[in-house]
């Protein structure tokens, strides 16, 4: 119920009837009081304890109590300044009344949603309760316009309005900007769980499984296929034809486990009669087909061959030795399935297989865990991809319609539809199949934290069930689904008219059949295993955040041997009250949220209802990021170098005609010495003796330490003085005998010291280039 609709009739307006209590001159909205949760106050003539004690119950302290005359208005400004100060400020979108008026009873104020946020693209992976809460939130804006706009949580709010929600309750992640939020503010969503709830999602990534935990996939998710590739179209193609092969061999053992049990019942109720009379033929009518034995050693070579696969005998043969049928011979074999297990054929001397068909099916329950729930029908449900709340689902047994289905439906390929295997040997109550829905909460993603729900509630069908009828009213227990139809005539009147049980009236029902402990040895067990497997596969895909939560809404079915089967799992779970199970349960498990969420951050021994801690992970610590601020750290070696004996043929004045101007030093780089004009280069002829001119070209000088260089011999303190340069040999390279001295050129002009402005020459020269541009190298100098 909304604002303003429990204080008067729905649709009343104040003023208008004796029971508009707003109205009534002197009374005093409570703060901490939902709307929709408030009983009519005391009369006039109660007395002023009564109502003193009755404020005090809805949260209004007693400080504020004090004055009989204390406008509401203060109320307002003091609870609003206690919640400013305590950063008790909240934000719904939705129709959510329970968080709404738990949080006002801890103190919270609300910030409301003055304006319609930008409408959100229609998402296929919204949670189910996503479409009622629209619905309820039409009707809740409505009956807001016409609310009494002096209540005084509608004072506190407009107090608030300028200032930051910490709590964010919404229907969805995408109602709010979720990378904009700071710090210090709560959301109930996490970002890309698609892994998870979507429908695609799961089944991709339970293939992962045994990388992360382990545990087998098959053990409790029944296979599944996406068929959004021609890969997947074909894997799962071949898991319906060996479904369809050891179906067959089911049948032969079915059927004559079956007229074993004619035949005892037959015998007990005959007597002492004739014997032969006891005998039950296989065959009901001469209208049935006959099917050679032929079939069943085909379906026998098929299992065989699947065995050997698992136990890795096929790895030295060929692809088409590996091959169990041609195509030809399995459109042949499913056509004769397809009449075996319509009751339109049977197979002759069925009998003389038994022993090889069972012993085969014992073979294969040992390694595939979901042969129990395979039935003889072969039944596949299929689900749009990425769609909830059981919208577009069918179940089929003919894979030629199947593939239809999915080649006529040009979508997507995120779009596209999920097969998964369904459960054909579920537990009945009554004939009627249930399903199971169960909560868990996420606070944390590193380190995973899981918490629990204690309590669950089971969903009934409408119909009996019944694997002749593939209509989804018989197979699909979503509340969205029954809640459009009736309740058939001739299922039990022991079932609840709203098709809804508590969890311990299961309980309560098993312990009258003698089954009382499966539920605490056997079906809660599996169910936290598998929540604990899914969450830890699909940790790395989530976007963790921190001071964010969700909860979530798991469905599992029950096999006859109790065992629970994961079916999907739903974001933002459906808490609409629309049976009294619903109303008591989702109202309680909303309450025990804010506990654990909020009451939790204060007191962490505080009471958390019935939420109990599932799975809480070791840290795990990431690793530094240092981007593109790499580097690699060492210590460089180099050879060292023999000192070349000094040149005594080289003159310097000579040699350094041929070499290209440097740069000049600065003036003031050597001291003692008056600038003066350069000088200008002389160009005297260096000659080989035969006649070969060589153009010499010294490098420029390395920035090498002092210590390993080997300097020139040259003292300056006369004019005229002589720089001794150390001898460089040149070899031509294209002659098989060259010249190797240089002619000895002198000159008879003074040494000038403007040179020295030229860069200081090395005393190693590594290496001279010749005009062909050939490398020289200085030749090593004996020993």
């Known amino acids: 119920m909304t ?9 009343t307006r104040p003023g208008r009837g004796a029971q508009a209590v707003e109205g009534s001159k002197g009374e005093v909205p409570e703060a901490g009081m939902e709307p929709g949760e408030r009983k009519r106050l005391p009369s006039a003539a109660a007395s002023e304890g009564e109502q003193r004690e009755h404020k005090l119950k809805r949260g209004i302290p007693q400080d504020l109590l004090s004055s009989p005359k204390l406008d509401k208005y203060k109320i307002a400004r003091q609870l609003t300044d206690k919640a400013v100060k305590e950063k008790k400020i909240f934000s719904i979108y939705g129709h959510y009344p329970v968080i709404r008026a738990t949080l006002r009873r801890k103190g919270w104020v609300e910030k409301k949603f003055h304006f319609l946020p930008k409408p959100v693209a229609k998402v296929e992976g919204d949670g189910e309760g996503v479409a009622e809460n629209r619905c309820s939130e039409g009707k809740e804006n409505q009956e807001e316009a016409l609310e009494n706009t002096d209540d005084i949580h509608d004072v506190m709010s407009r107090l608030v309005k300028n200032e930051m929600p910490y709590f964010l309750w919404t229907l969805k992640r995408g109602i709010v900007d979720y990378h904009s939020l700071s710090c210090d503010q709560m959301l109930n969503h996490y970002g890309k769980t698609a892994a998870f709830t979507t429908k695609i999602g799961l089944c991709v990534n339970m293939r992962t499984l045994p990388w992360y935990v382990q545990a087998d996939p098959d053990s409790f998710f029944p296979r599944c296929y996406g068929l959004c590739t021609e890969s997947d179209k074909q894997e799962f193609l071949d898991d319906f034809r060996r479904t369809v092969a050891s179906s067959i061999l089911r049948w032969v053992v079915s059927q004559q486990n079956g007229n074993k049990s004619k035949r005892k019942s037959k015998e007990e109720e005959a007597g002492d009669s004739d014997p032969s009379s006891k005998k039950v033929p296989e065959s009901t009518g001469s209208r049935l087909m006959g099917l050679s034995g032929q079939l069943v050693d085909a379906a026998c070579k098929v299992c065989e ?19 169990d049928l041609t195509e030809d011979e399995w459109k042949d074999l499913i056509q004769q399935y397809y009449s075996l297990v319509g009751g339109n054929a049977f197979i002759s001397n069925s009998r003389n297989h038994f022993s090889q068909c069972q012993a085969l099916l014992n073979k294969i329950t040992a390694v595939n865990p979901q042969t ?20 577009d689902i069918m179940c089929m047994n003919h894979v030629e319609e199947i593939l239809e289905l999915v080649a006529a439906d040009h979508l997507p390929a995120k779009d596209k539809w999920v ?31 899981i918490w629990f729900y204690k309590e669950s509630y089971l969903r009934f069908s409408t119909r009996r069930f019944s694997l002749d009828n593939l209509d989804s009213a018989v197979h699909l227990c979503n509340s969205s689904i029954q809640k459009h139809l009736k309740n058939d005539e001739g299922r039990s009147p022991l079932l609840p008219c709203h098709n809804t049980w508590t969890s311990t009236r299961f309980q309560e029902y098993l312990q009258k059949r003698g089954r009382g402990a499966v539920w605490s040895s056997v079906i809660y067990p599996s169910m936290k295993r598998a929540v604990t497997n899914t969450m830890r596969v699909a940790q790395g895909r989530v976007e963790p955040r921190k001071n964010s939560f969700e909860l979530y809404g798991a469905d599992f079915i029950l096999g006859r041997d109790f065992k629970p089967w994961l079916i999907e799992i739903n974001s933002s779970p459906t808490m609409h009250a629309s049976t009294p199970v619903t109303a008591q349960l989702c109202a309680q498990v909303q309450e025990d949220t804010i506990k654990v969420v909020v009451d939790r951050r204060v007191d962490r021994n505080c009471d958390i209802g019935n939420f109990e801690l599932l799975w809480r992970q070791p840290a795990v610590e990431l690793p530094p990021f240092q981007g593109s601020d790499l580097f690699v750290e060492g210590v460089g070696t180099r050879k060292a170098k023999r000192q070349m004996p000094p040149i005594s043929t080289f003159d310097s004045a000579s040699s350094l005609s041929d070499i290209q101007p440097l740069k000049e030093r600065c003036p003031s780089a050597l001291p003692g010495l008056a600038p003066a004009p350069p000088c200008t280069a002389l160009q005297p002829d260096l000659r080989m003796k035969d006649e070969k001119v060589l153009a010499c070209t010294l490098p420029l000088p390395l920035n090498r330490p002092a210590g390993r260089s080997a300097k020139v011999n040259c003292d300056l303190s006369e ?13 031509h390279l294209g002659h098989t005998a060259p010249n190797t001295g240089l002619t000895k050129v002198e000159s008879d002009k003074r040494w000038d010291p403007n040179l020295l402005k030229v860069h200081p020459l090395r005393s190693v020269l590594p290496s001279m280039k010749t005009v062909e541009g050939a490398q020289c190298l200085p030749p090593r100098p004996s020993a």
């Open 305 to 323: 061959a699947y065995l050997g696969r698992l136990e890795h005998k096929d790895i030295d043969l060929s692809e088409d030795a590996a091959e």
């Open 419 to 449: 097969v998964q295997k369904y459960i054909e040997t579920p537990l009945l109550i009554y004939d009627t199949k249930f399903d199971i829905r169960q909560w868990f909460l996420v606070t944390d993603w590193n380190p995973l934290t």
């Open 3 to 11: 604002r303003g609709s429990a204080t008067r009739g729905r649709g």
């Open 719 to 731: 004019p005229g003085s002589r720089m001794e340069l150390p001898t460089c040999h040149l070899q």
């Open 372 to 391: 129990e729930i395979d039935g003889l029908r072969n039944i596949w449900i299929i689900k749009p991809a990425a769609k909830s709340r059981g919208r």
